[in-house]
Protein backbone atom coordinates (compact mmCIF):
# COMPACT_ATOMS: atom_id res chain seq x y z
CA UNK A 1 0.00 0.00 0.00
CA UNK A 2 1.24 3.56 -0.94
CA UNK A 3 0.34 4.97 2.56
CA UNK A 4 1.87 4.52 5.83
CA UNK A 5 -0.02 1.57 7.28
CA UNK A 6 1.29 2.70 10.59
CA UNK A 7 -1.36 5.57 10.23
CA UNK A 8 -4.72 4.65 10.86
CA UNK A 9 -5.91 7.90 9.04
CA UNK A 10 -4.19 7.15 5.69
CA UNK A 11 -5.51 3.66 5.11
CA UNK A 12 -9.07 4.75 6.36
CA UNK A 13 -8.61 7.74 3.16
CA UNK A 14 -7.11 4.81 0.88
CA UNK A 15 -9.36 2.88 1.32
CA UNK A 16 -12.20 5.06 0.00
CA UNK A 17 -10.31 6.80 -2.82
CA UNK A 18 -9.57 2.75 -3.78
CA UNK A 19 -13.59 1.90 -3.59
CA UNK A 20 -14.23 5.43 -5.29
CA UNK A 21 -12.19 3.76 -8.37
CA UNK A 22 -13.60 0.69 -8.19
CA UNK A 23 -17.30 2.35 -8.11
CA UNK A 24 -16.34 4.33 -11.10
CA UNK A 25 -16.42 1.54 -13.04
CA UNK A 26 -19.20 -0.81 -11.23
CA UNK A 27 -21.96 -0.46 -9.22
CA UNK A 28 -22.56 -0.29 -5.58
CA UNK A 29 -24.41 -3.82 -5.47
CA UNK A 30 -21.82 -5.21 -7.99
CA UNK A 31 -18.50 -4.21 -4.83
CA UNK A 32 -17.52 -6.63 -2.53
CA UNK A 33 -15.21 -6.71 0.30
CA UNK A 34 -13.39 -9.21 -1.53
CA UNK A 35 -12.60 -6.59 -4.35
CA UNK A 36 -11.41 -3.77 -2.10
CA UNK A 37 -9.40 -5.59 -0.21
CA UNK A 38 -7.75 -7.15 -3.34
CA UNK A 39 -6.99 -3.75 -4.47
CA UNK A 40 -5.71 -2.20 -1.47
CA UNK A 41 -3.38 -4.94 -0.33
CA UNK A 42 -5.15 -4.99 2.91
CA UNK A 43 -6.83 -7.65 5.14
CA UNK A 44 -10.20 -8.13 5.68
CA UNK A 45 -9.56 -7.07 9.26
CA UNK A 46 -8.28 -3.76 8.42
CA UNK A 47 -11.51 -3.00 6.29
CA UNK A 48 -13.87 -3.97 8.97
CA UNK A 49 -11.59 -1.74 11.76
CA UNK A 50 -12.20 0.93 9.49
CA UNK A 51 -16.06 0.17 7.78
CA UNK A 52 -18.81 -1.97 8.89
CA UNK A 53 -19.84 -2.92 5.36
CA UNK A 54 -19.47 -1.29 1.69
CA UNK A 55 -22.63 0.68 2.43
CA UNK A 56 -21.40 2.35 5.48
CA UNK A 57 -17.93 3.04 3.20
CA UNK A 58 -20.18 4.67 0.01
CA UNK A 59 -22.27 6.68 2.45
CA UNK A 60 -18.73 8.12 4.28
CA UNK A 61 -17.59 9.36 0.36
CA UNK A 62 -20.80 10.72 0.21
CA UNK A 63 -20.57 12.71 3.30
CA UNK A 64 -16.87 13.53 2.95
CA UNK A 65 -17.53 15.68 -0.71
CA UNK A 66 -21.38 16.86 1.37
CA UNK A 67 -19.47 18.06 4.21
CA UNK A 68 -16.19 19.52 2.02
CA UNK A 69 -19.04 21.73 0.18
CA UNK A 70 -20.38 22.93 3.31
CA UNK A 71 -17.39 24.29 4.75
CA UNK A 72 -17.55 27.26 3.61
CA UNK A 73 -20.91 28.12 2.91
CA UNK A 74 -21.75 30.59 5.93
CA UNK A 75 -19.52 32.89 4.54
CA UNK A 76 -21.32 32.49 1.03
CA UNK A 77 -24.88 33.02 3.23
CA UNK A 78 -23.41 36.77 4.99
CA UNK A 79 -22.50 37.92 1.43
CA UNK A 80 -25.81 37.10 0.44
CA UNK A 81 -27.52 38.45 3.56
CA UNK A 82 -25.35 42.01 2.85
CA UNK A 83 -26.93 42.15 -0.61
CA UNK A 84 -22.99 42.24 -1.99
CA UNK A 85 -22.82 40.74 -5.25
CA UNK A 86 -19.11 41.35 -6.03
CA UNK A 87 -17.97 39.76 -2.53
CA UNK A 88 -20.25 37.10 -3.01
CA UNK A 89 -18.74 36.27 -6.86
CA UNK A 90 -14.97 36.31 -4.83
CA UNK A 91 -15.79 33.98 -1.96
CA UNK A 92 -18.16 31.71 -4.38
CA UNK A 93 -15.65 31.17 -7.11
CA UNK A 94 -13.07 30.32 -4.28
CA UNK A 95 -15.65 27.69 -2.87
CA UNK A 96 -16.40 26.04 -5.96
CA UNK A 97 -12.50 26.03 -7.27
CA UNK A 98 -12.10 23.61 -4.50
CA UNK A 99 -14.03 20.80 -6.53
CA UNK A 100 -11.24 20.57 -8.87
CA UNK A 101 -9.57 19.35 -6.01
CA UNK A 102 -11.88 16.18 -5.67
CA UNK A 103 -13.05 16.23 -9.48
CA UNK A 104 -13.42 12.26 -9.97
CA UNK A 105 -14.70 11.91 -6.53
CA UNK A 106 -17.58 13.97 -7.28
CA UNK A 107 -17.98 12.51 -11.05
CA UNK A 108 -17.89 9.09 -9.26
CA UNK A 109 -20.48 10.31 -7.48
CA UNK A 110 -22.44 11.91 -9.88
CA UNK A 111 -22.74 9.08 -12.36
CA UNK A 112 -22.71 5.92 -10.33
CA UNK A 113 -25.52 3.57 -9.68
CA UNK A 114 -26.52 5.65 -6.40
CA UNK A 115 -26.56 8.96 -7.74
CA UNK A 116 -29.59 9.83 -7.08
CA UNK A 117 -28.47 9.25 -3.64
CA UNK A 118 -25.68 12.01 -4.29
CA UNK A 119 -28.18 14.35 -5.52
CA UNK A 120 -30.76 14.27 -3.24
CA UNK A 121 -27.85 14.81 -0.07
CA UNK A 122 -26.16 17.69 -2.40
CA UNK A 123 -29.42 19.42 -3.04
CA UNK A 124 -30.36 19.11 0.82
CA UNK A 125 -27.04 20.68 1.61
CA UNK A 126 -27.92 23.83 -0.68
CA UNK A 127 -31.17 23.98 0.48
CA UNK A 128 -30.55 24.12 3.63
CA UNK A 129 -27.29 27.02 2.82
CA UNK A 130 -30.15 28.77 1.36
CA UNK A 131 -32.58 28.15 3.58
CA UNK A 132 -30.38 29.93 6.16
CA UNK A 133 -30.35 32.97 3.65
CA UNK A 134 -34.05 33.44 2.88
CA UNK A 135 -34.69 33.37 7.00
CA UNK A 136 -33.47 37.18 6.69
CA UNK A 137 -36.23 37.99 4.56
CA UNK A 138 -38.70 39.58 6.63
CA UNK A 139 -40.93 41.20 3.70
CA UNK A 140 -40.96 37.46 1.76
CA UNK A 141 -44.10 35.03 3.05
CA UNK A 142 -42.73 31.55 4.53
CA UNK A 143 -44.25 29.84 1.69
CA UNK A 144 -42.08 31.92 -0.96
CA UNK A 145 -39.40 31.37 1.00
CA UNK A 146 -39.20 27.90 0.54
CA UNK A 147 -40.24 28.06 -3.11
CA UNK A 148 -37.14 29.99 -3.55
CA UNK A 149 -35.23 27.92 -1.24
CA UNK A 150 -35.88 25.32 -4.33
CA UNK A 151 -35.62 27.04 -7.54
CA UNK A 152 -32.20 28.49 -6.57
CA UNK A 153 -30.92 24.66 -4.59
CA UNK A 154 -32.13 23.37 -7.89
CA UNK A 155 -30.57 25.88 -9.97
CA UNK A 156 -27.26 25.82 -8.55
CA UNK A 157 -27.15 22.02 -8.12
CA UNK A 158 -27.93 21.49 -11.93
CA UNK A 159 -25.26 24.06 -12.88
CA UNK A 160 -22.36 22.47 -10.34
CA UNK A 161 -23.72 19.50 -11.91
CA UNK A 162 -23.23 20.16 -15.38
CA UNK A 163 -19.69 21.95 -14.66
CA UNK A 164 -18.53 18.89 -12.55
CA UNK A 165 -19.31 16.28 -15.15
CA UNK A 166 -17.89 19.27 -17.91
CA UNK A 167 -14.81 18.64 -16.05
CA UNK A 168 -14.36 22.31 -14.72
CA UNK A 169 -13.32 23.53 -18.28
CA UNK A 170 -15.30 26.82 -17.76
CA UNK A 171 -13.90 29.48 -15.21
CA UNK A 172 -14.99 29.24 -11.74
CA UNK A 173 -15.34 32.89 -11.73
CA UNK A 174 -18.03 32.33 -14.80
CA UNK A 175 -20.01 29.44 -12.90
CA UNK A 176 -19.84 31.90 -9.54
CA UNK A 177 -20.74 35.40 -11.54
CA UNK A 178 -23.92 33.45 -13.24
CA UNK A 179 -24.53 32.13 -9.79
CA UNK A 180 -24.78 35.66 -8.92
CA UNK A 181 -26.43 37.25 -11.40
CA UNK A 182 -29.63 34.68 -10.91
CA UNK A 183 -29.64 35.68 -6.73
CA UNK A 184 -28.76 39.68 -7.18
CA UNK A 185 -30.81 40.46 -10.06
CA UNK A 186 -33.12 37.73 -10.85
CA UNK A 187 -33.07 34.99 -13.41
CA UNK A 188 -34.41 37.22 -16.26
CA UNK A 189 -33.46 40.31 -15.76
Known sequence: MADDPKSKHNTREYIKKTFL???KNKPLGQIYISDLIKACSIA???FYFHFDNIETLYRECEKDIID?????LDNVV???VGVNEEEFTKVYT???KNYRDDLEAYKCLLCGSEEASFRSAWFESIRRNYEKTMRFSKE???ARREYLT???AGG?????SSWVLNDCREPAEDIASVEAQALFNGVFK
Do not use: H, N
Not at 68 to 72: I, T
Not at 156 to 160: D, H, P, S, T
Open 44 to 46: RGT
Open 94 to 96: GLI
Open 78 to 80: ICT
Open 21 to 23: AIY
Open 140 to 142: TSP
Open 68 to 72: KMEAD
Open 156 to 160: VLALL
Open 150 to 152: RFF
